[in-house]
């Protein structure tokens, strides 16, 4: 009874302080954030629509460019008239042809069905052995540094059943560098998904082409060829051909003008980019144009908290986190980047039941928002997560030491994970109460933190930015993807 007692006072302790955080002012607001996009929201619409007219969304295409123009003219169509392009060039990539060969024997390969992974050379026609490197982690390869050298590295997306526990996983860019650093001249991929699903994305930690040719292969094949390697001896076959060039790619900004503190800027954005095996609904449909929704609410209800918002869609974050980057290097360049309180992004995000952020002191604000929201609707269960990770859009910022965050709890729909980055990621998958969800649970976490007096996130320092990634255990991945800055 007594420890009961005891976690009843604190439980009432940390109700009272995150209620205390919670401006009254917000809670009318909120509602009417609730009831305009249960009312009128048009994510979902506007996905669809894209999905069917434009298709996939790879930057530097024509489609790409298709839904830069598709995304400026819905902002434009919801009253912003301050919307703008944020041009930028990157070296843009595209798969042209392929063939892959396994077999026994160099005289007996057989066609599989593969994918190529961005950005393997613009041209490579090779033969060689394969090479069962498990997990690809350095540990596989360290083990026996000269194993895969002038060979071809097989190696799983995931981590393998009987792996050590604990065993951190690593990106597939990740894996790849790995694979070069030892010497293997080509790298195969087997997935992790059921079902003969292949996977794309890319195999480069910088977004720059790659030295040795990068495919993936299925699971069921990859388990396969992984008990044929057990046995004896397997040879690979790689050709393909591939496109890389510069070319200029934009992001789309629109911005709500802050009412008392407009030099201080709350960012909230997604990838409007896609791979181009599918439509890219989920990936990251469902995220960008839920922030185009949360975008159109606040200008329908004419919403203006103390801080400016600014709604932003990125391109080029499927081949390196390119559009974010950019808007990152011009924000350095002319000190903007200091007006940057900061940083929520949604990708991939659906039907969330709290919220995120990169540490945990926001945990007191985030909770006293979502209090209201679950007060609201109790489908919201104000979860707060928080954590430090790689690999979206929030990078850039999160390495320049500004707070980011994001939603959480939140699952994909129609069992929609296998088709990540796949051929199966078409609008058939998508929930609309998943989006309208995204979509006003977090309009109401971007007013409530545009509005509250002070942010309690400070930016970090550089020494504080490092210790963070130190913790976060993201120091060997930026070290392999050339981003770790810091001297030991």
Known sequence: MKKLFIASILCSATALQVSAQANPEWTPVFTRINEEVLSHSNAYKSLGEATSTIGHRLTGSANGAKAEEFVFNLLKSYGFDNVRYQPFEV??????????????????????????????????????????????????????????????????????????????????????????????????????????????????????????????????????????????????????????????????????????????????????????????????????????????????????????????????????????????????????????????????TNDPKGYHATTDESKELFQSIGSIAKSIDTSFTNIFRSGAGLHSDHQPFMLQGIPTGGAAGGKLPNNSGPCYHADCDDFKLVDEKGMQNTVRFNAMLIYGLADIAEVPAKRLDDAATRDLMIRSKLKEPLQIAGEWRWKD
Request: charged share 20%.
């Open 91 to 348: 070296e843009s990539w595209s798969r042209k042809t392929l063939t892959v060969k396994i077999g026994s024997s160099l005289k007996s390969l057989q066609d599989v069905k593969a994918v190529t992974l961005a950005h393997s050379p613009v041209k490579a026609d090779l033969k060689g052995e394969l090479v069962d490197m498990g997990n690809g982690l350095e540990a596989d390869y360290a083990a026996a540094p000269d194993k895969v050298k002038g060979k071809i590295a097989f190696v799983y997306l995931g981590v393998l059943p009987g792996s050590p526990e604990k065993t951190e996983n690593l990106h597939r860019s990740e894996k790849t560098a790995i694979a070069i650093k030892y010497g293997a001249k080509g790298i195969v991929i087997y997935n992790t998904a059921d079902g003969g699903i292949l996977l794309t994305g890319t195999a480069s930690v910088t977004g720059k082409v790659i030295p040795i040719p990068a495919v993936c292969i299925a699971k069921e094949e990859g388990f396969k060829l992984k008990a044929e390697l057990a046995k004896g001896k397997q040879f690979v076959s790689i050709s393909m051909t591939n496109f890389s060039g510069i070319i200029k790619a934009r992001n789309v900004i629109a911005s709500i003008p802050g009412k008392t503190l407009p030099q201080e800027k709350i960012v909230a954005g997604g990838h409007l980019d896609s791979w181009d095996l599918a439509t890219g609904a989920i990936d990251n449909g469902i995220g960008s144009f839920s922030v185009i929704d949360m975008a159109r609410t606040f200008k329908a209800l004419g919403l203006q908290p103390a801080r400016t918002v600014e709604f932003v869609l990125f391109m080029g974050e499927e081949e390196g986190l390119l559009g974010s980057k950019a808007y990152l290097e011009k924000a350095m360049a002319d000190g903007s980047v200091n007006q940057i309180r900061y940083m929520l992004n949604y990708d991939m």
